[in-house]
């Protein structure tokens, strides 16, 4: 049965305009699937804690097959994020621009399932290391939402989106390749030019939903 793992990354619930988009994709995807199932992880509404000295510690332990039990529930939260990520083929991640990044709760999400041995290995060529990703066959959709404008592909301020951009950096190093991005820009610029973005988002969103 097909499947989506949702991820929403806004702090804001129905105000969150990243959130509304995704959703609309989701239902435009449900209304073309009927029998595809939906999980959803929250992460922007505080839910998600950040990485931890402990983490740290186990995530790295030399001997991942003799890690004390301490250290396994050290990951527990972490090795179901994981578990969640390789269960489904399909991604939905609604992240807003913040700071020219992420906000941090996708942050943390995105340090918790790079994960050494599950998604990642290291290996060491001539004493320089190597990363080998480990996962495999994924599609991933996120859908943004931006104050300003020109942080798209070819706008005057995309080498300043260190946002959906650093994202796909992110989940290219684990092997999730095919990820597609639409934003919404401008919202904090006058409110027609922000509901032709959404509009143009939208449309958008509706087609894919049709092959995603
Ligand atoms: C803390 C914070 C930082 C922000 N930083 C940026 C930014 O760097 N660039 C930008 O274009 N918009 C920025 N914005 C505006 C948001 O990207 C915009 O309001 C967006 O619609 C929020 O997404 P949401 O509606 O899904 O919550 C920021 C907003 C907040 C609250």
Redesign the pocket.
């Known amino acids: 049965m097909s499947s989506i793992l949702v991820i929403h990354g ?3 619930g129905e ?6 988009l995704a959703e609309e994709f989701l239902q435009a995807w449900q209304g073309a699937n009927p029998l595809g199932r939906l999980v959803r992880r929250e992460v922007g509404r505080g839910s998600l804690p950040h990485v931890s000295e402990a983490f740290i510690a186990a995530a790295f332990y030399p001997q991942p097959e003799a890690r004390p039990l301490s250290m396994q529930a050290d990951l527990a939260l972490s090795d179901e994020l994981v578990g969640e990520l390789l269960e489904h083929r399909r991604l939905v991640i ?1 992240a ?6 992420v ?1 941090s709760g996708i942050k943390a999400w995105v340090d918790h399932i790079v994960r050494l041995g599950l998604t990642f290995n290291t290996l060491l060529d001539n004493g320089v290391a190597q990363y080998q990703p480990l996962v495999q066959g994924k599609k991933v959709l996120i859908v943004t ?5 020109g ?1 798209g592909p070819g706008g005057e301020h995309e080498a300043l989106n260190h946002a959906d951009r650093w994202l796909r950096t992110a989940l290219g190093f684990i092997g999730i390749e095919d990820v597609t991005v639409v934003a ?2 401008g ?2 610029s006058v409110p027609e030019r922000f509901q032709q973005s959404c509009a143009e988002a939208q449309q958008h969103l509706q087609a894919l939903a049709r092959t995603f």
Request: no cysteine.
């Open positions: 806004s702090p804001r105000r969150s305009h990243s959130r509304r609604s807003p621009m913040y700071n020219f990044s906000p939402s931006r104050g300003g404008g942080f919404a820009e919202e904090e």
